[in-house]
């Protein structure tokens, strides 16, 4: 593993953070990219990761990215991870303003990220054998749900990129991945979704036996990155025990049922 480097947006939190953590873990080179550079520091002392401050909603922090990566050696995978989900209300209810920020941290900077980084990554890839993006999106991008509206209709578009890129890359050395975590716990992901309610967030997962962490998703991308090179694992979908569906999870304890249940 040693010279390969991915580069993982979302960085400073969740699953990007934990997914800096298992690549390090692993001997890759990271360069851990988002927004908040006190978090971003923290990683990098904590892990020896590099960093890049940028807002993945502005090109020209895209384009700074891009040549910031171009000048200091090769790209061989890109974990696009940064996204986000605001509200819970009914389409007719939706503040079109949430809808908005979801459409630009979930699919546009997807685009952007992908489109500036692909030159770097079939450089990658000619020195690897193979190079790999992997998107993170969401069981919401693939069964629709009652308040998930402007979510749904994000992570929808961000499962349509990803099943176009792999089209419009075939032929070439490169892996286009997907993961679509179910139900994983972290610390902002709800939090930020009902504008900072500490109480409404604490109780999507209250009695949920044992959602997903962002560390399993982390070790589920980087089993993907590490396949032989002829291996693409195309489309993983996460889910804990608990979950069968967006709409259908167990809370309280799993238990076996008996004949009369």
Known sequence: MANLRAVVTGASSGIGRATVVALRGAGWDVVGVARREDRLRELEAETGASVFVADLTQQGDVD?????????GPVHALVNNAGGAKGLDSVEASDPADWAWMFEVNVLALQRVTAALLPLLRRGAEGRGVADIVNVTSIAGHVAYLGGGGY?????????????LRLELNGEPIRVIEVAPGMVKTDEFALVRFGGDRARADAVYDDVPEPLTADDI????????????HVDLDLIVVKPVAQAAPHRLTRGPLRVRGEGD
């Open 152 to 164: 749904n209709a994000a992570k929808f578009a961000a499962h349509a990129i990803t099943e176009v």
């Open 218 to 229: 982390a070790a589920v991308i980087l089993d993907a990155v590490q396949k032989p090179r």
């Open 64 to 72: 700074a990215l891009r040549d910031h990566l171009e000048a200091t």
